[in-house]
């Protein structure tokens, strides 16, 4: 940056500062306008504007009220100031949730891969309990050490662990399928 850059960008803030410190706000608009230039923030606005004692009728302001302030045609320089900073703040969110979105997307497939490897070791399990022979069950090395009453109970229990893992699964095969159309 330029020593002329510099003393431009500086005469811009010092411009800045001089219109919010200058700005007396004389109606509930113009307090929420002033309010949102200096905070960025429609719910801490609301809380101080209702601090400050406005209401809309007999309810507290929300929210929805500052938002359909910053929404409105501006009608003086920082209502146009703030319905900037307003849209810049919604791109910026809008960033963060994609950001968020990819970051829980790169979760779900982890949990994918997680339960797809769960199901895979109970397989093997079931192998030692049940026998990898179709034509012979239970002629395996866990009927052999423990007897075919354990085997089958084990064996029981393991498919119904499996049965659980598949249907949660298909369930987040569902939502990464949606989320990777959709998004």
Known sequence: MTIDEAR????R???YIEMVEGYVPETFEQHAIKLYVLHEHVARVAKMLNELGFRIGK???????????????????????AVKLFKLNKKMVK?????????????????????????????VDKEYWIGKNEHLPF?????????????????????????????????????????????
């Not at 309810?59 to 100031?81: F, M, W």
């Open 59 to 81: 309810r507290k302001v929300i929210g929805t009220d500052v938002l359909d302030i910053l929404r409105a045609k501006p009608t003086d320089e920082l209502h146009e100031l």
């Open 95 to 123: 960033g963060r949730v994609k950001m968020e979105i990819m970051k829980n997307y790169a979760d779900l497939l982890c949990i994918i891969d997680i339960v797809k490897a769960e199901i895979e070791m109970l397989e």
């Open 13 to 15: 803030l010092e411009d």
């Open 139 to 183: 002629s395996s090395i866990g009927v052999a050490k423990y007897g075919l009453d354990v085997a089958s109970q084990r064996t029981d229990r393991l498919n119904g662990r499996i049965a659980s893992l598949e249907q949660k699964l298909e369930h987040y095969q569902a939502i990464e399928k949606e989320i990777r159309e959709n998004v």
């Open 8 to 11: 431009e960008q500086i005469k």
